[in-house]
């Protein structure tokens, strides 16, 4: 099974009791914390159609939140096989509402396009830094787990990922990365090597829309490419929107796991 995460760079699970269980405690944790004046004022981008969210759920590092006991489910458990009972850091919870995509404030015509045309696909952990905002690996994050919490029409806002991309962008990684002691890693700038991959991604890997319903989870691979698809005119969901809670763990410095491992 764990064959397909490697081949294709996600996995979906079907709806999962244990999963169901802990939505049920996390769900509402979540919309008061996504109404908070603070994180609205923090969070709220694209002229509103976009709660980015990071570090907003309150859980443990075990995933507990309002007395749900820790995270459990058999997509968690599988990345905790392949990587270890990292601790999770507090959720991001990432909201889409009816109109996504609209620019973001300080996003320029060319990077809106991109957004719009391109679903504004990245590779986490590759953080812009500096006014030239040069791509540099600033969070070696494990994987990438979404658990969506609204139920919602397939067509709002699904995450989108471009199938074996991870192999792509990985290979292009290493060629840069690996001559390099790993603790000097993080001040290399991969933006050329990043952007050449990501021409090479859409030239040839298919692009796959995965809608999922609360129960149901997605394991992405960390080098994949991925982003989030345009709200259709068709698409409906309930008032607190299109809701995903994501874990991005991220693994130990002093290790070459993040470009060596699975």
């Known amino acids: 099974m764990v064959a397909g995460l490697f081949e294709k760079g996600w996995m979906h699970f079907p709806a999962d009791p244990a999963v169901q269980n802990w939505i049920t405690h996390a769900l509402p944790v979540a919309r008061a914390r996504v109404a908070e004046p603070d ?32 995270l459990a489910g058999k997509a968690f458990g599988m990345a905790c096989d392949l990587y270890g009972p990292l601790p999770l850091h507090a959720g991001q919870v990432s909201v889409i509402y009816p109109g996504y995509p609209r620019a ?15 679903d504004a696909a990245h590779v986490d952990g590759l953080l812009a830094i ?11 994050h494990a994987y990438i787990l979404g ?25 292009a990684f290493a060629k840069m990365l690996d001559p390099l002691p790993e603790d000097q890693w993080a001040e290399v700038d991969l933006t050329e090597t990043y952007q050449t991959a990501r021409r090479a991604v859409f030239e040839t890997c ?3 829309t995965l ?27 309930p008032p607190e929107g299109r809701m995903i809670a994501y874990f991005r763990p991220e693994l130990p410095f002093g290790s070459r796991d993040w470009l060596e491992a699975p």
């Not at 006014?131 to 070696?140: C, D, G, S, T």
């Not at 989870?217 to 982003?227: F, K, M």
């Open 39 to 70: 994180q609205q004022a923090e969070w709220l981008q694209c002229e509103g159609t976009w709660f980015v969210g990071v570090d907003t759920l309150p859980n443990t590092p075990d995933g507990t939140v309002a007395g749900s006991g820790p």
């Open 104 to 118: 973001r404030e300080g996003e320029g015509e060319g990077a809106f396009r991109y957004r719009l045309t391109r």
């Open 130 to 140: 500096g006014p030239n905002r040069q791509r540099m690996l600033k969070e070696r």
């Open 147 to 171: 658990l969506p919490l609204t139920k919602t029409t397939p067509d709002a806002s699904p995450l989108v990922i471009w199938e074996g991309s991870h192999r792509i962008m990985q290979a």
């Open 206 to 208: 298919p692009r796959i």
């Open 211 to 237: 809608p999922a319903k609360p129960g149901e989870a997605t394991l992405v691979h960390r080098h994949a490419l991925h982003g989030v698809a345009p709200w259709a005119k068709t698409a409906t969901a």
